[in-house]
């Protein structure tokens, strides 16, 4: 590591050579039917096949971390067939893609969920709402696990893994960011257990390094990453002292060697909600010892800025790379870029999805 680099300095990412520093962002999109990924998600993620790296949007390991309408799942056959059309149209391009495994927790409600109540690390609803097929509807109070159920949740997220394999995947990224099941186990805000699950800063991040343990058993440490959001206030997120919190779990991730740590900073309703760390990824980049991906709200510059002050390895874009499919040409050429329009982010065909304008089209 050292000054010199920038966002178009390929990067070595566990075993993979990337062409780039420049890391699609995983995003909700809500386009598989069914929660069965299809050929018009393969369409839109092969067009963003020039990053660096790909993550996919969060994939559910079991039908009880289904927090949305249409999202994606890893857990049938026909979810690991679906996968495998995007994967192989990724790779067709030339593009390298991990897939996010998640579970959504207590951000989830009966209705999408068959009947059953969410799941979560104690029965403390999130703050928000979500769309079902019965309307829109308040998060609810979610069911406390015991505690001889949560191996179970580990071995999901272990067979997640195992499908992503099967499903010609890179690697995996574990979703532990924005208020889902493990972040909710890490924050005391949502963790108020008595067992070896809660508590202290260690007991509440048992749960994730369990997880973190399970699925780099099946991939290695280094085809395995995980976002955290040390910052987030989002769905009622809060913890009373995140350094300790995310010092403690980030420290303990450096024993498993793992392709990254994906780091959000906080966004404009993080920053509006209460006091939060901001910028935190110099701070968590002096504890974490490996690759480090930093995201929220960057553009060229500040992207640049803070890989040649050496504050991260690479750059994840979110809303940026979902307007624009060739991001990377058009950070490079410091093109126009292509507007993210919102009303499209979480609609159901390829309108706002596989039609934003790639820049030969726009200048022909
Ligand atoms: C439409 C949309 C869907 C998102 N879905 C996910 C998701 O599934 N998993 C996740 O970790 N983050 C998700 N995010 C957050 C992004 O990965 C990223 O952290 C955020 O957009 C900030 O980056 P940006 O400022 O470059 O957009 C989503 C963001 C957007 C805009």
Same mark, same amino acid.
């Given at each position: 590591?050292?000054?010199?680099?920038?966002?178009?300095?390929?990067?070595?990412? /566990?075993?993979?050579?990337?062409?780039?520093?420049?890391?699609?962002?995983?995003?909700?999109?809500?386009?598989?039917?069914?929660? $069965?990924?299809?050929?018009?998600? @393969?369409?839109?993620?092969?067009?963003?096949?020039?990053?660096?790296?790909?993550?996919?949007?969060?994939?559910?390991?079991?039908?009880?971390?289904?927090?949305?309408?249409?999202?994606?799942?890893?857990?049938?056959?026909?979810?690991?067939?679906?996968?495998?059309? $995007?994967?192989?149209?990724?790779?067709?391009?030339?593009?390298?893609?991990?897939?996010?495994?998640?579970?959504?927790?207590?951000? @989830?409600?009966?209705?999408?969920?068959?009947?059953?109540?969410?799941?979560?690390?104690?029965?403390?609803?999130?703050?928000?709402?979500?769309?079902?097929?019965?309307?829109?509807?308040?998060?609810?109070?979610?069911?406390? *696990?015991?505690?001889?159920?949560?191996?179970?949740?580990?071995?999901?997220?272990?067979?997640?893994?195992?499908? @992503?394999?099967?499903?010609?995947?890179?690697?995996?990224?574990?979703?532990?960011?924005?208020?889902?099941? $493990?972040?909710?186990?890490?924050?005391?805000?949502?963790?108020?257990?008595?067992?070896?699950?809660? /508590?202290?800063? #260690?007991?509440?991040?048992?749960?994730? *390094?369990?997880?973190?343990?399970?699925?780099?058993?099946?991939?290695? /440490?280094?085809?395995?990453?995980?976002?955290?959001?040390?910052?987030?206030?989002?769905?009622?997120?809060?913890?009373?002292?995140?350094?300790?919190?995310?010092?403690?779990?980030?420290?303990?991730?450096?024993?498993?060697?793992? @392709?990254?740590?994906?780091?959000?900073?906080?966004?404009? $309703?993080?920053?509006?909600?209460? #006091?939060?760390?901001?910028?935190?990824?110099?701070?968590?980049?002096?504890?974490?010892?490996?690759?480090?991906?930093?995201?929220?709200?960057?553009?060229?510059?500040?992207?640049?800025?803070?890989?040649?002050?050496?504050?991260?390895?690479?750059?994840?874009?979110?809303? *940026?790379?979902?307007?624009?499919?060739?991001?990377?040409?058009?950070?490079?050429?410091?093109?126009?870029?292509?507007?993210?329009?919102?009303?499209?982010?979480?609609?159901?065909?390829?309108?706002?999805?596989?039609?934003?304008?790639?820049? #030969?089209?726009?200048?022909?």
């Amino acid at each position: 590591m050292n000054s010199q680099h920038n966002l178009f300095t390929p990067v070595q990412l /566990g075993p993979l050579t990337l062409s780039n520093r420049i890391v699609m962002a995983p995003m909700t999109r809500l386009r598989a039917i069914d929660n $069965i990924p299809n050929a018009l998600m @393969a369409t839109y993620y092969a067009q963003r096949a020039s990053a660096g790296l790909i993550v996919t949007e969060c994939t559910a390991v079991s039908p009880l971390s289904l927090g949305y309408i249409n999202c994606p799942g890893i857990y049938r056959t026909e979810q690991i067939e679906g996968w495998r059309l $995007i994967t192989d149209a990724v790779h067709e391009q030339g593009g390298r893609i991990f897939l996010q495994l998640w579970h959504s927790g207590r951000i @989830a409600h009966p209705f999408l969920l068959g009947g059953e109540l969410p799941v979560a690390p104690s029965a403390i609803a999130g703050v928000g709402s979500l769309h079902t097929p019965n309307g829109k509807v308040s998060l609810e109070v979610p069911r406390a *696990l015991e505690t001889p159920e949560i191996a179970g949740i580990v071995e999901q997220f272990g067979q997640g893994a195992e499908n @992503a394999l099967a499903a010609g995947f890179d690697g995996v990224e574990l979703h532990g960011a924005f208020g889902y099941l $493990i972040d909710q186990f890490l924050q005391d805000g949502s963790n108020q257990r008595t067992d070896e699950y809660g /508590g202290s800063s #260690e007991n509440r991040s048992r749960f994730v *390094l369990e997880v973190v343990e399970a699925v780099t058993n099946v991939w290695g /440490g280094n085809r395995v990453g995980i976002k955290l959001s040390p910052s987030n206030t989002f769905y009622g997120m809060s913890d009373t002292n995140p350094p300790a919190t995310f010092g403690y779990v980030i420290n303990a991730l450096n024993r498993f060697d793992l @392709a990254y740590l994906h780091l959000m900073e906080p966004n404009e $309703i993080d920053l509006a909600n209460r #006091e939060v760390m901001h910028p935190l990824t110099p701070y968590y980049r002096q504890i974490y010892k490996g690759t480090l991906i930093t995201n929220g709200g960057y553009n060229r510059q500040t992207a640049d800025a803070i890989l040649s002050e050496n504050h991260a390895d690479l750059v994840s874009f979110g809303k *940026l790379f979902l307007a624009n499919p060739d991001l990377p040409k058009r950070l490079q050429l410091n093109a126009q870029l292509n507007t993210p329009d919102q009303t499209t982010f979480y609609s159901s065909d390829a309108v706002g999805y596989t039609d934003y304008p790639f820049l #030969e089209l726009q200048v022909s």
